[in-house]
């Protein structure tokens, strides 16, 4: 699945082209794979913009970049034998080859593929440093956060509870919410689309909020900012209601709480933490086993065609937890 256009705004069909070639060899040092399972992110809109971020843009006629899960077909490297299972950044298409730099082999045998794209995956790692190293979180704090049945919400509130916190999730729809405090062990939940923010906030955090994390920036940002607690601190994860603006971004209007709060704002990126993935991996595995947290996966079946469609699904909350597409 090739770049064809560079959107503006929401992503259209017509931006994306599904190309054919001949499978390559793979040649020495090199294996050659299926792909099994390929993550939607909404950071893949960002990647189709022409402009300076933290990675560069994903070039016209590229194949569209993706975090995936192959399966070893064949092999002429030391490292990887047929039947391995691999996570890496291998893109949107069917066949794979590859040297092996930045790709990771996975025990398929002690979680399901898929979960190396979501809780053991990036989703995990975001969730877990984002919370816990740029939050700095503290035993019995209140902890909001937005985009709370999303793959990475889901698992900061999990963690939030794990660290024995009051946890508040906003997320979209009444199912959504129940899922937050009937499954996932949240204490209570917003229904954004329901309501009035600011209000329930109010309600629901009577001695302010300690660590905001937001994953969608916009007006929600703005409500959580009017309960800051003293000293609070607001995790910059990302800001989805804002990535298919044709205008620029807005920008918080209540930030001189930051002021008053004596509170911190800070915005982080995973792949700093890559260094320490191994650690937080282990952390997350244990609580996973020990049923502490609970694994919320979206998985669609298709084929890379699906590709396009499936990414919408992010930006109209029709996922619950880490979204995947599984090839068939
Ligand atoms: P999610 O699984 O949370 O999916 C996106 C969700 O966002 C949707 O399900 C929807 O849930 C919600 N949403 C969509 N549009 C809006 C809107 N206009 N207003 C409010 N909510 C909206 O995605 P991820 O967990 O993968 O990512 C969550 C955030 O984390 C994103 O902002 C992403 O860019 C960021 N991120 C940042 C990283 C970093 O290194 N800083 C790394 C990874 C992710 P609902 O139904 O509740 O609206």
Request: net charge negative.
């Amino acid at each position: 699945m090739r770049l064809a256009a560079r959107p503006v705004g929401e992503v259209r069909p017509e931006d994306w082209e599904h190309a054919t070639a001949p499978a390559e060899e793979p040649g020495e040092g090199r294996f050659a794979g299926r792909t099994r399972f390929i993550s939607l992110d909404p950071a893949m809109r960002g990647w189709l913009d022409d402009r300076p971020s933290y990675l560069p843009p994903v070039g016209l006629g590229e194949v569209m970049r993706a975090g995936s899960v192959v399966e070893v077909t064949t092999s002429n490297h030391p490292d990887y034998r047929p039947g391995d299972h691999v996570v890496g950044t291998f893109g949107v298409q069917e066949h794979v080859v590859s040297d092996g730099k930045g790709a990771l082999k996975i025990d398929v045998g002690l979680a399901p593929a898929s979960t190396y794209l979501g809780a053991l995956g990036m989703p995990g790692m975001t969730a877990y440093f984002g919370l816990l190293d740029v939050g700095a979180l503290k035993e019995g704090e209140t902890v909001v956060v937005s985009g709370a049945a999303g793959a990475v919400g889901s698992i900061v509130g999990q963690i939030a509870k794990v660290k024995g916190c009051r946890v508040v999730g906003i997320a979209g729809g009444a199912e959504k919410c129940a899922l937050l405090t009937d499954e996932l062990g949240f204490d209570a939940a917003i229904d954004y689309r329901a309501g009035d923010v600011k209000r329930a906030l109010r309600e629901q955090t009577p001695d302010g909020i300690d660590v905001y994390f937001d994953n969608v920036g916009g007006e929600i940002l703005d409500a959580a900012l009017t309960r800051l607690a003293m000293r609070a601190r607001v995790v910059i994860c990302g800001a989805i209601s804002q990535y298919n603006n044709e205008t620029p971004v807005s920008g918080p209007s209540n930030y001189l709480s930051l002021l008053v709060r004596r509170a911190r704002m800070e915005g982080f990126v995973v792949f700093d933490y890559a260094k320490r993935y191994a650690e937080a991996a282990q952390e997350i595995a244990g609580w996973i086993g020990d049923g502490r947290l609970k694994v919320k996966e979206h998985v669609v079946k298709g084929t890379v065609d699906d590709f396009p469609e499936t990414l919408q699904m992010l930006f109209r909350g029709e996922n619950v937890g880490k979204l995947v597409l599984e090839l068939s």
